[in-house]
C-alpha cells in the first residue's frame, strides 16, 4: 500500500514532489501527483458539494474518492490515513452517472443557498 506524506502549506507549489499531498487550508484546495504514477496534478477542492477533508491530528483522509476521469490513466483510489487504496475502474456509464450526481448535488446546494 502506497503511503503519502502531508504538507500544510499556504500556496500549492509550482513544483509538485512524489508521494506528498499538499493541503491549503486557507484556499480550501488540496493538490498531489495522481496516485498511478503518471505524474498528473490531481487538483481536490475542499468544499461542501466536493471533498471533504478529515485531518486527525497525524493522518489526512479525503472523502469522496477521487477518480481521474478526465486523464488517460482513469485512476480511482481513496485516501484514508495518508494511504492509498485503489478501488475499481468505472465504466463510462458509471462515469457519467457520476457526473450527473455530482451536478444534480451542486445544483441542489447552491439553489438552497440563494433562498
Known sequence: MKTL????VEYI??????DII???????TVVHKC???CGNQVITPITPTDWMLIFNGKTISLSPSIG???FECKSHYLIINNQIIYANSWTTKMINDNRK?????KKNYFSFLKK
Open 5 to 8: 506524506k502531508h504538507k500544510f
Open 13 to 18: 507549489p509550482d513544483y509538485l514532489e512524489d
Open 22 to 28: 499538499y493541503i491549503s487550508i486557507k484556499y480550501k
Open 35 to 37: 496516485a498511478c504514477g
Open 68 to 70: 481521474n476521469w478526465n
Open 101 to 105: 450526481k455530482d451536478l444534480k448535488k
